[in-house]
């Protein structure tokens, strides 16, 4: 506040200095232009009065006497000068004119008048003035010349007297002196004789008296008037400016100020501003200022807000969709058959990118790698139906290519967003090795064979899933052999690109996966990402970053073939399905014996399919292993019992939860239906662990 | 098992003979992707000859139905004897197959 009292003085002051200068200047200029007039308009006047008097005088002036006097005076020579003289004042005319002359000074007033020629004694006019007549004030104690005397002419008159004796005429400038005693003027007129020739000159002196004294007083009130004028001026000018414009400026920088406190709230003090002037418009304008700021700031808070909710909301996407890529690894601990090592480097928040793999049953994994067109959140929901889909499906029995088929059918459903996506999507047969792919659009995978050098393997592709609905996918087959290595990828990989704009490209990619050969998964996709990383430097990185890594082990060698049938009883052989037949035979043949009735026999039948096939599947996961199944009738042959006995992994298939079976067939899981089947249509089912041992009697009566 | 097909345009019969079990249930499902394709709106299964399915068969039969669902066409059962006709009932196929 106290800035602003200063800053408000000081426009008062500059105000007031102003006014000041300019009163200043106005009196001066008052002073000095009323100085000239006056003292012009009253030396004039003293002037003509002076001339009036010299008229007066001429009046009683005869010019050949005049003639006469010089005529006398200038034939004297310096010895007889003296006595000519005192002649001629002796005489009566001289007498009565100096009388006459010596009356109008006095009651004129005038300081003197004389009567003098100019001309020599040659009639050759010049600086000198030769006196006939002088009348002088007694006061000035100054002795009167008398005729004859000279003295030198006041040299500024020189050259007006000049032009009086030439033409008769009196000059048309005035005369005035300066003496000890003041401001005088004087007027000087011809003497003409009867001819019209000059033949002297009469000069009269006027003593300015009245003028100084009435220069100075006039001075004195112009300066006293100016003075207070300007004074009383800049008082009013100054409570103006106080009100109309220092007030209202104080009253906007005090809401400026309060505006910016207070947190944008608005209050109608600047409203009302009413100079209806400039600064009344300006208070207008920082109304509507504040209005604008205060809206726009409410508007930015509530973008801002927003913008933090969606935020949050993205780093929870982020997070949930991370979560959904397979991330723990090593994935299957207990599958020493492959090792499969992925990731993903999203270049936004949320990425288009993913990758999968999961079990199909024991003996199957499918890989998929994907790309959807597009990044951010769009891409982010497409990957998320994608994935599903893809994962429900290859799960659901299809083989690659329906997979992709019918995914692709799905997406086509309702794509209004136009968006796609390219997969490679593979299933790899464990035991076998066999690895069956289809390529919907996406980047060529890169084969290791086992002791040779990483190589793109070029596959003709299907077209990209969602992009049309009923196209169709071909479906190709590798072979892999333990030790072989599968390399899949994004573009995010190849098209990666440095601050020169140029690619990383699949040749760089080759070239430093042969670098990897004897790494691990996990160290060939660190590897690999360093050298992308190196590749591109500062560059930021545009795609999405996936990569996935399979390495295949083989299966250890399967156990002996040892079918051996120990006794009419009991069956012991490898836990295998081609196997399933052997025991439904066995069994068949078992029962046949016990006369068991057709529907009994083609339950057990079924039983005997789903379970041991169950085992097949399911018990040995690491290598093959042996199933023992042991049939005998009831105690009373009223019924028969099976036992299944297996030293897979522990599980008991009465744990299992039943199906729903009232879903639609849309809604219904293709499988887990084996067990429960067992379940309805055996009368008894027991499970037991047993010496490390699965143990499973069911029995069913006849 | 022995599977007798024949396809004429968009229908597709199938007649099983023996059993649809898990040995048998791979050549159904082979068959299946061979002529089970996407012209065929119309699916019809001849079981007179079927002794029993197992659960392999039923989720050959399921997928199967589900592939038909999404193209609105028709899959139908025919002489379904009662073995197969307590196991689909027991597992709820009863609800889901058209079964004549």
């Known amino acids: ?702 | 098992m022995k599977i007798i097909g024949k396809k004429d345009g968009a229908q597709l019969d199938i007649k099983l003979e023996g059993r649809l079990d898990t040995t048998t249930a791979p050549e159904l499902e082979t068959y299946l992707g061979e002529n089970f394709t996407e012209d065929v709106s119309e699916l019809f299964f001849d079981f007179d000859s079927l002794a029993y399915i197992s659960s392999a068969g039923l989720r050959i039969l399921l997928s199967a139905q589900k592939k038909m669902n999404s193209r609105s066409g028709t899959m139908k059962f025919k002489n379904v004897n009662e073995l197969i006709m307590d196991i689909f009932d027991a597992v709820g196929f009863v609800d889901i197959f058209t079964i004549e």
């Open chain 1, 1 to 702: 506040m106290d800035n602003e009292k200063k800053r408000c003085k000081k426009i008062s002051f500059k105000f007031a200095v102003g006014f000041l200068i300019l009163g200043l200047f106005v009196i001066i200029s008052s002073c000095v232009v009323g100085y000239i007039k006056y003292t012009s308009v009253i030396a004039k006047m003293y002037n003509d009065s002076a001339y009036r008097i010299a008229h007066t005088a001429m009046e009683s002036i005869d010019g050949d006497l005049i003639e006469e006097y010089t005529e006398r005076i200038h034939q004297a020579n310096s010895k007889t000068l003296p006595s000519v003289s005192r002649k001629i004042q002796s005489e009566d005319a001289y007498q009565e004119l100096l009388d006459t002359l010596t009356i109008l000074r006095k009651s004129m007033k005038a300081n003197y008048i004389y009567i003098a020629d100019q001309r020599d004694a040659a009639g050759k006019v010049g600086s000198t003035l030769t006196y006939l007549f002088d009348v002088d004030n007694p006061e000035d104690d100054v002795p009167a010349f008398v005729p004859g005397d000279t003295s030198k002419m006041n040299e500024s008159f020189l050259a007006d007297s000049n032009y009086i004796y030439e033409t008769g005429k009196r000059s048309d400038n005035y005369f005035y002196s300066h003496s000890d005693f003041g401001y005088n003027t004087s007027a000087i007129v011809p003497i003409q004789n009867s001819d019209g020739q000059v033949v002297a000159i009469i000069g009269v002196e006027l003593a300015m008296k009245t003028l100084q004294n009435a220069r100075m007083e006039y001075i004195l009130y112009t300066v006293a008037l100016g003075a207070a004028l300007t004074a009383f001026i800049i008082f009013l000018f100054l409570i103006y400016i106080k009100q109309k414009v220092i007030r209202p400026i104080n009253i906007i920088t005090e809401e400026a100020e309060a505006f910016v406190n207070n947190e944008t709230e608005v209050s109608d003090r600047l409203s009302q501003i009413s100079t209806g002037d400039e600064i009344q418009q300006m208070a207008g304008s920082i109304l509507q200022m504040e209005h604008d700021i205060g809206s726009y700031i409410k508007e930015l808070t509530q973008v801002t807000a927003e913008r933090e909710r969606i935020g949050a909301e993205l780093n929870v996407a982020t997070r949930i969709q991370a979560d959904m890529l397979p991330s723990i690894f090593p994935a299957f601990p207990e599958r020493d058959e492959f090792d499969i090592y992925a990731s993903m480097v999203p270049a936004k928040e949320v990425g288009g990118d993913f990758y999968d793999f999961f079990m199909i049953g024991e003996d199957r994994l499918a890989m998929v790698v994907a790309d959807v067109s597009g990044k951010g959140v769009p891409a982010a929901l497409f990957m998320v139906i994608t994935k599903t889909l893809l994962k429900n499906y290859a799960q659901n029995d299809l083989s690659v290519k329906e997979t992709l088929e019918t995914v692709n059918d799905k997406l086509c459903e309702n794509n209004k967003a136009e968006m796609f996506v390219t997969v490679w999507l593979g299933i790899l047969d464990i035991p076998s090795g066999k690895l069956t792919c289809a390529n919907a659009g996406h980047e060529d995978p890169v084969l290791y064979r086992q002791g040779q050098q990483y190589e793109l393997l070029k596959n003709k592709h299907g077209f990209v899933l969602a992009g049309m609905e009923h196209m169709r996918q071909r479906e190709y087959e590798i072979q892999l052999n333990p030790g072989d290595k599968l390399f899949l990828y994004t573009d995010g990989v190849v098209e990666a690109t440095n601050a020169n704009e140029e690619l990383y490209g699949a040749e760089r990619m080759v070239k430093a996966l042969n670098k990897t050969v004897d790494a691990d998964t996990e160290h060939t996709l660190a590897i690999l990402k360093e050298d992308i990383d190196q590749f591109v430097a500062d560059a930021p990185q545009f795609d999405d970053i996936t990569m996935l890594c399979l390495k295949y082990k083989g299966v250890g060698k399967n156990m002996e073939q040892d079918s051996e049938t120990s006794s009419a009883k009991e069956l012991t052989l490898d836990a295998s399905l081609e196997n399933v037949q052997a025991v439904v035979d066995f069994a068949e043949e078992a029962l046949e014996a016990m006369n068991a009735p057709i529907k009994v026999r083609t339950q057990i039948n079924i039983a005997i399919d789903e379970i041991f096939s169950n085992i097949a599947r399911y018990a040995y996961t690491e290598a093959a292993g042996m199933a023992t199944v042991r049939i005998e009738p009831f105690a009373d042959q009223s019924g028969v019992t099976l036992t299944f006995v297996d030293q897979g992994i522990p599980y008991n298939p009465l744990e299992k939860e039943d199906p729903d079976v009232t879903l639609s067939a849309d809604e219904r899981e293709i499988g887990g239906l084996g067990i429960f089947m067992v379940k309805k249509s055996m009368d008894e089912m027991q499970y037991e662990y047993k010496d490390g041992q699965n143990v499973l009697r069911i029995g069913k009566r006849f």
